[in-house]
């Protein structure tokens, strides 16, 4: 399995945990984050997609132009000394405490997110929801999710009234310590054009596109 395969198998276990209906091999989400993929993220027919956002790694020549985003699959084999744990970074594990983080992390990213959609995580034994936390507020966001020795990151947030003081690389350390603790030999992550030097200078390395299409 190649390191691809890996950030791909751990995003399409980590989705597959929220409410979705599967169809001849195309999962679809039923609410947020409204996703319709297939487990090896290959092309899916428009007619298919049913207003949710198609996420591919083979998009056909049409679908390439009209791409609604573009994420950079990353990886990190070992930590190295960039694995630091943080006092101010708590686990989620309540649901009142889950609203919140969902507020705040929708907050980041610019847009809403149910925490109902959420709660499957926190019986997860795979799923970890990370919150870094600030005079008792929520400032930023994460969730871990493991598969196979691979530790998936998802939803690192940090919304603009908190951005400046560090909080996301912090955040990244913190995790790259929880993979370590978990024994995991690999970190992955789908990274913005926005988050790529963050990720770029902690040694991540690009593995290839997720084309986000959208009628």
């Given at each position: ?11 399409h ?14 999962h ?16 899916i ?8 956002v ?5 998009p ?10 573009k994420l950079?699959a ?5 930590t190295?000394k ?15 405490r889950?609203?919140?983080w ?20 926190l ?6 929801i ?28 940090v919304?603009?009234r908190?951005?400046?003081k ?20 690999f ?10 030097p ?8 690009e593995?290839g ?7």
């Amino acid at each position: 399995m190649t390191l691809l395969d890996r950030n791909l198998a751990n995003l399409h276990q980590f989705w597959s945990t929220l409410a979705h209906t599967k169809t001849s091999n195309v999962h679809r989400h039923t609410s947020w984050p409204n996703k319709v993929w297939r487990s090896d993220f290959k092309a899916i027919d428009q007619n298919a997609w049913h207003q949710h956002v198609c996420v591919t790694t083979e998009p056909n020549d049409f679908q390439r132009e009209n791409y609604r985003n573009k994420l950079i699959a990353m990886g990190l084999e070992g930590t190295q000394k960039l694995a630091i744990s943080n006092k101010y970074i708590e686990r989620i594990t309540s649901e009142e405490r889950l609203k919140q983080w969902a507020n705040v992390c929708g907050e980041a990213f610019g847009y809403l997110i149910d925490y109902k959609t959420l709660r499957p995580l926190l019986c997860d034994s795979n799923a970890t929801i990370f919150a870094y936390i600030e005079n008792g507020e929520i400032c930023g966001t994460a969730i871990a999710y493991i598969t196979n020795q691979t530790l998936g990151v998802h939803q690192v947030g940090v919304p603009e009234r908190y951005q400046g003081k560090g909080i996301g690389k912090a955040i990244m350390q913190h995790l790259l310590w929880f993979s370590e603790q978990n024994s995991c030999d690999f970190i992955s992550l789908q990274a913005s054009q926005a988050g790529l030097p963050m990720y770029l200078s902690m040694g991540f390395l690009e593995l290839g596109a997720c084309y986000h299409l959208a009628e």
